[in-house]
């Protein structure tokens, strides 16, 4: 039996059949060593990953099966190749899969690994080792980091505060997560990175719900005013519901709005306004209402007008008015 001729035509049958295998025809992004694995020699591989050739090379032993620029479900799935086997996506791409809309664009693609995993980053991927993987959902296919571990793995690496503060916001605002699941995931990530993240919680925790929102805490909060509650639903004495003012001074039944003219750019927006500040003057509630961007650009006149409204509110009886039970 000529053995060396088996041997020969069986690699001929493969070499001959790979073309047709389902791993070429169902997958755009494959590993080399599963090219391999299918009978495709190495140096065909390098052949058609050459300059000129018909695949490339996303990352070192990830080929993309076609020319031209990779899509960005090809860029993930390339990075969870890279990562292997329980590779979870996370930071601003995860969030992108979740829904999240306001956000800085997206750079490298962040993965989590198990911590004894020995794979470093490389190209377009950012390869984090972690004790607490998460268990991940699945978004469009790919397992994606919970929203809460998600914010937080972003927010660490971003250096613009309005960019996190502004991330964090939408989270809780959309009810992806809330201020307590971002809080138990910060205590959990350590320290690296995180103090701007803290800084960013604090007007979160105390129920400000957007970027403007936050200005307005700090502010409130140097005005030396008494203490007060945000985005709590005020009722008259029969209990119809008056507004949910931004900031809310019980003592005084003093209410402030961050009044942006984005939210005021339609007829409707415009109208509700209106009729809300109808319902305050109705009540008898004292209100303030300021530009967000003068909480930047003018935050010392805006502090003069919050202790002027704030003294007026003190100078007349109390209307009958209440918040909601916390």
């Not at 000529?2 to 295998?21: E, I, K, M, Q, Y």
């Not at 389902?22 to 090219?35: E, F, I, M, Q, T």
Request: hydrophobic share 40%; aromatic share 4%; proline share 8%.
């Amino acid at each position: 039996m000529d053995r060396g001729g088996d041997r020969a035509h069986r690699d001929l049958v493969r070499r001959g059949t790979w073309p047709n295998d389902p791993l070429l025809n169902g997958a755009a992004v494959v590993r080399g060593a599963d090219l391999k694995a299918i009978g495709v020699p190495g140096r065909t591989i390098s052949r058609r990953c050459a300059p000129g050739g018909p695949w490339q090379r996303l990352l070192p032993g990830i080929v993309l099966l076609h020319t031209g620029q990779a899509n960005e479900e090809q860029l993930l799935q390339a990075a969870l190749l890279h990562g292997r086997a329980g590779t979870v996506l996370t930071g601003i791409r995860a969030l992108q899969l979740h829904g999240l809309k306001n956000h800085p664009a997206p750079g490298d693609v962040h993965i989590l690994i198990p911590e004894e995993r020995r794979i470093i980053s490389v190209g377009f991927v950012h390869v984090e080792r972690t004790k607490r993987l998460p268990r991940p959902h699945l978004r469009d296919g790919l397992p994606v980091a919970p929203v809460p571990r998600a914010v937080i793995d972003a927010a660490r690496r971003l250096t613009n505060p309005d960019e996190i503060q502004a991330l964090m916001a939408e989270s809780v605002q959309r009810r992806f997560c809330t201020t307590d699941m971002l809080a138990r995931e910060l205590d959990q990530a350590g320290r690296t990175g995180t103090a701007l993240p803290r800084k960013a919680l604090a007007p979160l925790l105390a129920g400000a719900r957007s970027v403007a929102e936050a200005d307005a805490w700090h502010l409130w909060r140097r005005s030396g005013l008494p203490p007060g509650h945000w985005n709590v639903p005020i009722f008259d004495a029969n209990g119809n519901h008056i507004a949910t003012p931004d900031f809310w001074c019980d003592e005084i039944a003093f209410a402030w709005e961050i009044d942006s003219y984005r939210h005021h750019a339609n007829l409707d927006d415009h109208r509700a306004t209106v009729a809300r500040n109808a319902r305050y003057v109705a009540a008898g509630i004292v209100v303030l209402q300021t530009l967000p961007s003068r909480l930047r650009t003018e935050p010392d006149q805006v502090l003069s007008e919050l202790h002027a409204a704030f003294r007026t509110a003190q100078a007349r009886p109390r209307p009958n008015v209440r918040r909601a039970a916390a």
